[in-house]
């Protein structure tokens, strides 16, 4: 009998990737209940993965009568809602974006904001590392990407933080902020373009010459803070964990940081943050890992189960930097492989490399296993993360 798991259970548990396994190994397709009750197929197998997010037949835009592109409630347009031909013209003009000399030269700003968040810890203290570090470290990163003047970034990282408010009203309230002042940075760099991301897209042109409308700009802005803030704090603050926990590991780092980006990838194949991708529909009948998914039923992936899926690496439940492949899936596959990857891995590397570098000793004040994690069906990451640190 095929299981439903429930998404928001599983992942506040401490060691939901590790039961994902154990399911992967029996079930290369499972059942899963997520928000609301919506339940829908889930594949957990790292072949069948791979192969179903390449296929045509099942598809991103939930609502296939949308003119061209899929938009979300707000009127935005949202890449990854979009279907080829729609996304492929979209990805072709962001994808150049995000290799442009604004985003390339990027590192020596990480390391500055690095530097300047973890300078303002003083010498030795216990702090709540997601606070004080993990959440404003990528979320600066992204002011610099979308060039948002200094003067506007307290009221832009506020408005940040209270999209994820518990109380509706106000995560209501600040999404309409959030993109409305999206709107009006979209139009700042009309007027005025500079060295940045957000610049190089209202500047770029189709093959046919038309641009971005703004629509599609401010859903990039949204899709760059939610799926570049959240998931890439989350996968700082995990992967420093294991590396404390794995002492050897972490020594080994320090007397070769250059391995950092090793243990950069094998954090994001080990916990990974996005724990499922959005849902998908198929749009035919699908024999598949021994079930049919039926025309209209919804299908997602459990990412985080495919990197642990013991058909494709031994001992899969072990965290080792010294792994031969660091191929994993957690940024995706497929025409949706994750844009900003290259960005995201540039990120971790950066922020491991300098607190590992700045400070002698790192520890958990409390036991790993009796850290806190977000409930979620879509994200995996701690709702905090106390360190005890010092020079």
């Excluded at 962001?94 to 990480?110: I, P, Q, Y």
């Excluded at 990163?141 to 106000?170: H, W, Y």
């Excluded at 902020?177 to 940075?185: P, R, V």
């Excluded at 002492?247 to 070769?256: E, P, S, T, V, W």
């Amino acid at each position: 009998m095929i299981p439903v798991l429930d998404l928001f259970q599983l992942s506040a548990g401490p060691d939901a990737e590790s039961e994902l396994g154990r399911l992967a190994r029996k079930y290369p397709v499972i059942r899963t209940r997520q928000t609301g009750g919506i339940e829908a197929w889930t594949v957990l197998s790292a072949a069948l993965t791979r192969q179903l997010l390449a296929d045509s037949r099942v598809s991103n835009e939930l609502h296939p009568h949308a003119a061209h592109a899929a938009q979300s409630p707000d009127g935005a347009t949202v890449l990854f809602e979009q279907d080829d031909p729609d996304h492929a013209r979209y990805r072709k003009l962001v994808g150049a974006a995000f290799n442009s000399r604004a985003v390339r030269g990027l590192e020596t700003r990480m390391v500055d904001i690095a530097g300047r968040l973890l300078d303002q810890l003083g010498d030795r203290g216990t702090v709540d590392f997601i606070e004080a570090f993990a959440n404003p470290f990528p979320l600066e990163v992204i002011c610099e990407l979308l060039g948002v003047p200094v003067t506007d970034r307290p009221v832009f990282q506020t408005r940040v933080e209270n999209v994820d408010s518990p109380v509706p009203a106000v995560r209501k309230a600040a999404l309409t902020a959030f993109l409305a002042y999206c709107g009006s940075l979209v139009e700042a760099k009309r007027r005025e373009p500079t060295e940045d991301l957000l610049s190089e897209l209202v500047m770029a042109r189709f093959d046919d010459g038309t641009a971005l409308t703004d629509l599609e700009l401010v859903g990039f802005c949204s899709v760059l803070l939610f799926a570049g803030h959240v998931t890439t704090a989350y996968a700082i603050s995990s992967t420093l964990v294991e590396l404390i926990v794995h002492g050897d590991q972490l020594a080994a780092l320090r007397a070769d940081p250059a391995r950092m980006a090793d243990a950069a990838e094998e954090g994001l194949r080990y916990r990974g943050s996005l724990l499922a991708t959005t849902n998908r529909v198929a749009t035919s009948d699908i024999d598949v890992g021994g079930v049919r998914i039926r025309r209209g039923d919804l299908v997602r992936f459990l990412l985080a189960a495919a990197n642990r899926d013991p058909a494709v690496r031994a001992d899969p439940n072990t965290f080792d930097i010294d792994r031969a492949t660091p191929t994993h899936l957690a940024f995706g596959h497929g025409p949706h492989f994750c844009l900003g990857q290259r960005l995201a891995r540039q990120e971790i590397k950066v922020a491991l490399t300098e607190v590992v570098s700045r400070f002698g000793t790192l520890e958990l004040p409390v036991p790993a296993d009796e850290l806190r994690w977000h409930p979620s069906d879509s994200l995996r990451g701690l709702s905090g993360l106390p360190l005890r640190y010092a020079r």
